[in-house]
């Protein structure tokens, strides 16, 4: 397809949108891709942006292409495949683009799908293998198979035959096509747990929350809990994979003498004495609606942003009101509506979280 677009102004871009890793090397590829497409193409702007883990995403690309003064954005997304990038996560996007900027025009190309030239291009990759001796260096082997490397697939557990019947159950009374990909497993996993599906209607995931999550522990994010409970669930081999640390602060001393000076809860104590590690890292309360509040607080009046919020208190008290004041904050979270939740529930999302950053990572 050839983008009609007028080179003799500033007024339009072409925006090239890919996937994004945490291997910040392999995101180098789309920069490149952007600069010979605006060469090939004459374009006046090119602009890459990526859907995670790297920046300027979407949004931010976005925002740079306004301030230049672009008015019409083609959007030319660099997938082969029409799969939920294409047809979910950029629709949103788009539509989010379009309520913050209702001036602008954004016309999207299609994906790159089957075209003769991407098979030319693959003969040639195979012929300078064949011409290597077939052989694929240490250098073009995934990060998660190099030797040495602390990540390898073949670290994954295998499921135990009950756990693996439970989630086939799970799977034919649950109706998977509610949730992305990429939800689903979290959903599963926090079933699984408490064996009840009204979970299914009562998480919420907000502000992109599980990329968010991905992308943070990809890049060795702290995760920060409310209780030892939550702490000593989380899964720390995987953590230490990425080089993460999982830090809970009940038991300072510190934070005793907080609560005991300003007459507050300990767990709220605590999330104040984390304050200094918070930002950029995942915090998870499963326990205490003190310690959310005390959290949302220090969000609003220090401008602190964690790299996502699992804010799953459970109780009568103040639990129900808590999450929902998360719910309306603009950091990613994910959380449980209404008064359930819980710290086994805080730690059925978390580990769910590392298996797919796990996952991904090994797929890069």
């Known amino acids: 397809m050839t983008l009609n677009i007028q080179h003799s102004t500033l007024m339009t871009a072409v925006l090239i949108l890919g996937h994004g890793s945490p291997v910040r090397d392999a995101n180098k590829v789309l920069f490149q891709i952007a600069e010979t497409v605006k060469i090939k193409g004459n374009y006046d702007i090119v602009q890459p942006a990526f859907l995670q883990f790297e920046h300027p995403n979407f949004s931010e690309a976005v925002d740079i292409l ?52 991407l098979a030319e291009a693959a003969v040639e990759r195979i012929e300078e293998a064949m011409n290597q001796g077939s052989r694929i260096t240490q250098n073009h082997a995934p990060a998660c198979f190099k030797q040495g490397s602390k990540l ?38 926090v079933i699984h747990t408490t064996a009840d599906f009204e979970y299914a209607d009562l998480i919420r995931f907000g502000n992109h929350a599980i990329e968010k999550g991905i992308e943070a522990i990809a890049r060795g994010a702290d995760i920060i809990t409310d209780v030892r409970m939550v702490e000593v669930g989380i899964n720390k081999e995987r953590i230490d994979k990425f080089g993460g640390n999982v830090r809970c602060f009940i038991s300072d001393k510190g934070a ?55 804010g799953v208190p459970v109780g009568f008290v103040d639990a129900e009101e808590s999450k929902e004041e998360l719910m309306k904050m603009d950091v990613p979270y994910i959380s449980i509506k209404g008064k359930k939740g819980g710290s086994t529930v805080a730690v059925a999302i978390v580990n769910a979280m590392l298996m797919l950053a796990e996952e991904r990572l090994c797929h890069r």
Do not use: W
């Not at 035959?161 to 159950?169: G, K, L, N, Q, V």
């Not at 007459?263 to 709220?268: A, L, V, Y």
């Open 66 to 117: 306004v301030d230049k003064g672009v008015k019409k954005i083609f959007v030319q997304p660099y997938f082969l495949y029409m799969g939920a990038h294409v047809t979910k996560d950029l629709p949103f996007e788009i539509g989010t683009a379009k309520n913050k900027y209702s001036d602008i025009d954004i016309i999207v190309a299609p994906h790159l799908g089957f075209h003769e030239k």
């Open 152 to 189: 390898k697939t073949q670290n994954l557990p295998n499921q135990h035959p009950i756990e693996a019947e439970s989630f086939r159950i799970i799977e034919r009374q649950l109706d998977c096509s509610r949730f992305s990909p990429f939800e689903l497993p979290i959903v599963k996993r």
């Open 256 to 310: 005793a003498v907080i609560a005991k000076e300003k007459n507050i809860t300990k767990t709220s104590a605590a999330m104040q004495k984390a304050k200094g590690f918070i930002n950029s890292s995942i915090v998870v309360i499963g326990n205490a609606p003190t310690a959310l509040l005390k959290l949302i607080d220090i969000i609003r009046t220090d401008g602190i942003r964690p790299a996502l919020v699992i």
